[in-house]
């Protein structure tokens, strides 16, 4: 007999210690304590975590975990439309327990209220899984920027390149944690109330400026001076060179092709080979004009997306999405961007 809850804590060291062995050995939450505390408990509950654990019953093994992302744990204003970011969903090979895990995402699903629900990277083995339990499943689109400063590439490979984008209406104005309430205020994302998942501007506070080991850049966006959406980057390093890349964007679609300047300028302030961003519901023609040129998953050009461990290829991200409404997606979004490793 199998029992699921809600992981507590008195049960996160087996967590930790399923992760390890059933999972990955050496895996970030299992060195890292304090960045799986900081992405699954739950500040609204202490003493809980956005993580299902199946135990059996007899001897209290784990056999099963299922740990996710509820949005309202940012902002708890968008607890009436939350999303649910699936994460770490393993059952152990020896579990002798048929369809455990879909009994973890059916105790997921009834016992955390969303309007969304979904997953932002996984194996393409499991995709007609997905499918099967009604997901809207594809693969977010890769797009990249070449410094037009730049001579010689060591990260990736341009066999052509795009025109830089022209001068553009907007303006960005950088924003940390401590000015970002004042700077905010009144700016209407409007646009994100029709779309899912659901941000808010206390939303990307939380996310991004108060991540406790990522250094995202927020820069406030304006057209004609007035504050329209907000842009989330992240500079990613390997070997002595760095990549400027696009973690989030929360504004209007029909600013995007003017946001070409204002990321090369960011290329050249951190001295970055280029910029890319993973993007899903946008139209793949605003980012064109903006610059972007998309990365052909099998074609000559490599546009890496790893960084810990550095590998030199591309990958496809792919997506599984139960939605309320039109969906727009981030590499953001979920846990694709959380830290593999941490230095000591």
């Known amino acids: ?51 299902a654990i199946a135990r059996r019953t007899a001897d209290r093994a784990v056999l099963g975990i299922l740990g996710y992302i509820p949005t309202h744990r940012f902002d708890r204003s968008l607890a009436a439309n939350n999303t649910v970011w699936l994460a770490l969903w393993r059952v152990r090979d020896d579990a002798d327990t048929a369809g455990l895990g879909l009994r973890l995402l059916t105790y997921v699903t009834d016992s955390e209220p969303h309007v969304t629900i979904g997953v932002v990277g996984f194996q393409a083995a499991v995709r007609p899984i997905y499918r099967a339990l009604g997901f809207t ?17 060591e990260l990736a490979t341009f066999s052509t390149r795009t025109a830089p984008a022209s001068e553009g209406r907007l303006t960005a104005t950088p924003v940390d944690a401590t000015q970002f309430a004042a700077l905010v205020r009144g700016l209407d994302i409007g646009a994100r109330h029709a779309q899912q998942p659901e941000k808010t501007t206390a939303f990307v506070l939380e996310r991004y ?28 390093t390997h070997a002595g060179r760095s990549v400027l890349r696009i973690i989030d964007y929360v504004g209007p679609e029909d600013a995007v092709p003017d946001l070409g300047p204002i990321v090369q300028a960011g290329m050249r302030r951190t001295g970055a080979e280029y910029a890319d961003v993973y993007n899903w519901g946008i139209d793949p023609a605003l980012f064109r004009q903006a610059g972007f040129s998309a990365v052909d998953l099998d074609g000559p050009d490599i546009v890496p997306d790893h960084f810990e461990p550095f590998e030199a290829r591309n990958i496809s991200i792919r997506f599984a999405v139960k939605a309320s409404g039109p969906i727009v997606l981030f590499r953001g979004d979920g846990d694709q961007d959380r830290p593999n490793w941490i230095p000591a």
């Open 1 to 51: 007999m199998v029992t699921i809850g809600r992981c507590l804590t008195e049960d996160i060291a087996d967590v930790i210690a399923f992760v390890e062995t059933h999972w990955k050995s050496g895996h970030v939450f299992t060195t890292h304590r304090a960045l799986l505390e900081w992405q699954h408990a739950l500040p609204d509950r202490p003493g809980e975590y956005s993580i």
């Open 137 to 153: 499943v594809g693969e977010l689109r890769h797009y990249a920027m070449p410094n037009p400063d730049v001579d010689r590439f």
């Open 209 to 236: 400026l108060r991540h406790p080991f990522y250094r995202y850049r927020c820069d406030i966006i304006e057209r004609d001076r007035a504050a329209i959406g907000l842009l989330v980057t992240r500079v990613a």
